[in-house]
């Protein structure tokens, strides 16, 4: 955790981890999306509306990722990151592997496999 910090403080510094990105890290969201239909079956709600706040609020590398949650070849890789035991070596959807950032990749891993949020620190610092 200390190298975690250290890295996220060195990066935001130099202008790598937008603020925006941080604050989301740190609180979530500040607005309700319960509203939005979950139309991924092997997520839960509260991750559907996480990732739809990623999209809305956070950044533009997040564009359209509720869609690829739909779409048959992307779901295929979504549905497998959700289930293995180390997520963190699965690569992300084509699009998403080269669009996002490491951070951004490592929020996205925190809405969705939380519990596996220590492996993914270690891939992020690594």
């Known amino acids: ?18 603020p925006l990105e941080w604050n989301f890290f ?5 607005n309700d999306h ?9 997520i839960s709600n509260k991750q559907w509306q996480q990732l ?6 956070v950044h533009p590398n997040y564009k359209d990722i509720t869609k690829s949650f739909e779409d048959p070849s992307d779901r295929k890789i979504w549905k497998t990151i959700m289930e293995t ?3 963190q070596k699965i690569a992300m959807p084509p699009i998403y592997e080269d669009r ?9 891993m925190q809405c969705l496999r939380q ?3 220590l492996l993914q ?3 992020f610092v690594k």
Request: with cysteine; glycine share 4%.
């Open 26 to 30: 740190l609180r979530g969201s500040p």
């Open 85 to 87: 035991e180390n997520p």
């Open 52 to 57: 739809y706040a990623l999209e809305l609020e």
């Open 1 to 18: 955790m200390y190298s975690f910090l250290n890295t996220t403080s060195i990066m935001r510094n130099a202008g790598f981890i937008d």
């Open 115 to 117: 519990s596996k949020l």
């Open 100 to 108: 996002l950032t490491s951070f951004q990749k490592f929020i996205l």
């Open 34 to 42: 319960s509203d939005q239909e979950n139309k991924c079956e092997f």
């Open 121 to 123: 620190c270690k891939v």
